[in-house]
Each structure stands twice: as C-alpha cells, then as structure tokens.
C-alpha cells in the first residue's frame, strides 16, 4: 500500500467512499439483532410515525425504490427520540438508528444496529458537548473511540431538524458547521450547511450540507434537503444513506434520492 495510503483520515475516506466495501458481513450481535425484530413486530414501539421515505438510485427514471425507512418519535427526558428503521423492499427491517435530542435538537446520544454491515454500537456526548464516547460493536469484539469537538454533533435521525432549527440564520446568508458523527468509523466528520436556495414560485428552500474538508469532498458529495416553507415538511433529500446497495455481489455505499410521504401536522 502506498504510504499515503497509510494516512488515518485517508484510510477513514477510503471506508467512508466505499472503497473497503464488499467483505461477508459478520452477523449482528443478540441485542442488536433483537431489537431490529422487535421494531419489525411493533414499529409503534419507537414512538409516533412523523413520516416515510422512500430510498431511490440517483439514476435518472430509476422509479422502483430500494428502501423504505420511516420516522419515528417520542418523548425523553429533557427532549426525545428520533428513531429512523429502514426496511429492504421486502419489508423486512436492515438499520435502526435512534436519536436522542433536546427541543433543539442538539444531540445527545446515537444509537446504531446495522444488519448489512453487522455492526452496532453508541455515540454518547458528554454533558458538556464537548466531547463524544463511542463504542462499535462487530464480528464478536468492541472497540471504542473518544473524539473532542467544538461544532455541534449530527446525525441522521437529528439533521433535518437541526437544520430547521437554524432556518433564519441560514436563510440570512450564515454558514453553520457541524460534525455528522459516523458510527462504524468511530468518529465524526465535518460538514458546512448553508441554504443553496429559495424557490418562490414552488415555494421551497434547499439546504445544502458540505464536507468541510477537501479530502472527504472527493468520496462524499454535498448532501442536498428539501423543505416547504409553509408547513417546514421536508420534501426531498439527496445524498449518502445508511443502507448500501449490491453491485457485483458487494456491497457498496449508497448516494441516493429520498422523497418524503405521510407527514405528521409538524415536523419533530
């Protein structure tokens, strides 16, 4: 391997791009594997449905999805739970990540089981919010990662509505950095979100959301969301997704369209 090659934040951008994808996934540990039935049998378990998304190739006139996720929350201490479960067009349940936040979806812990990847594991931030715990379960071992970070965390179950949150600055022109954690590679990564822009005749704005670094550019394009401006309902994403798609009998990551359905009175 080339010395480059050798570099932590490459050897990171080389999993994060897909580039590692393709081994035999191991299988999930019994907790993990344990709580994806359970939300296969009773979904309702993770709180009330705001809405579905509906997971495409980014292809042009691809019109059969390849996942399902849905949206669900309740109540916490201090806040709530995010949960997103995506299923396979067979319904049967792959990923659940559950987000726990405050009322401004600031995050505050990270839940993962990933039956494609057979990984599990946490993102637990400190009281504080400067730092972050992470544990990775895969193929019978735990490791464990701790990171220092001045930007607030993200995640997939917390982002839409952090965005919300920072609506008025980011239509005034702001910039507003974050660090999306990414669980399996036990650490985050930055990203800049800015609004990309406000279409008043069908009346809606796009956020988009930007690796911060140039290295992590060249593997993950920027992610695009779109919301109504009337009701704040998200409409359309673009971007990296959890689930990965099979090529060749391997799996690989998966940049995809993601257009949104049955929605609650408000998003939450």
């Known amino acids: 391997m080339h010395p480059i090659f050798r570099s932590p934040l490459v050897l990171a951008l080389l999993a994060v791009s897909g580039a590692s994808a393709g081994k035999p996934s191991p299988p999930l540990d019994s907790a993990a594997a344990q709580r994806l039935d359970a939300?296969?049998?009773?979904?309702?378990?993770?709180?009330?449905?705001?809405?579905?998304?509906?997971?495409?190739?980014?292809?042009?006139?691809?019109?059969?999805?390849?996942?399902?996720?849905?949206?669900?929350v309740s109540a916490a201490t201090n806040g709530f739970t995010a949960t997103h479960i995506t299923h396979n067009i067979q319904g049967a349940v792959l990923i659940a990540e559950t987000a726990t936040v405050s009322p401004a979806y600031t995050l505050q812990r990270l839940d993962m089981a990933n039956q494609q990847t057979g990984s599990s594991g946490s993102a637990v931030v400190s009281a504080d919010g400067r730092h972050v715990a992470f544990t990775l379960r895969q193929a019978g071992t735990e490791r464990t990662g701790r990171e220092t970070v001045k930007?607030?965390?993200?995640?997939?179950?917390?982002?839409?509505?952090?965005?919300?949150?920072?609506?008025?600055?980011?239509?005034?022109?702001?910039?507003v950095p974050v660090r999306m954690v990414v669980l399996d590679e036990l650490r985050s990564y930055g990203f800049d979100i800015r609004q990309a822009r406000q279409d008043q005749d069908d009346g809606h704005t796009t956020f988009s959301i930007t690796p911060s670094n140039w290295l992590v550019r060249l593997a993950v394009a920027p992610l695009q969301v779109t919301f109504d401006n009337a009701t704040r309902h998200v409409l359309r994403y673009q971007g990296r997704v959890p689930p990965m798609t099979e090529v060749d009998g391997r799996l690989r990551t998966l940049d995809a369209?993601?257009?949104?359905?049955?929605?609650?009175?408000r998003y939450r």
Not at 50 to 64: D, I
Not at 157 to 175: C, I, N, R
């Open 257 to 265: 369209r993601v257009l949104y359905s049955e929605h609650a009175s």
């Open 39 to 72: 939300l296969h049998v009773a979904p309702d378990s993770a709180g009330t449905l705001v809405y579905r998304g509906a997971v495409f190739a980014q292809s042009p006139g691809e019109a059969e999805a390849l996942y399902h996720y849905e949206r669900r």
């Open 151 to 175: 930007e607030p965390l993200v995640s997939g179950p917390s982002l839409h509505g952090f965005v919300l949150g920072h609506w008025d600055a980011l239509a005034g022109g702001g910039k």
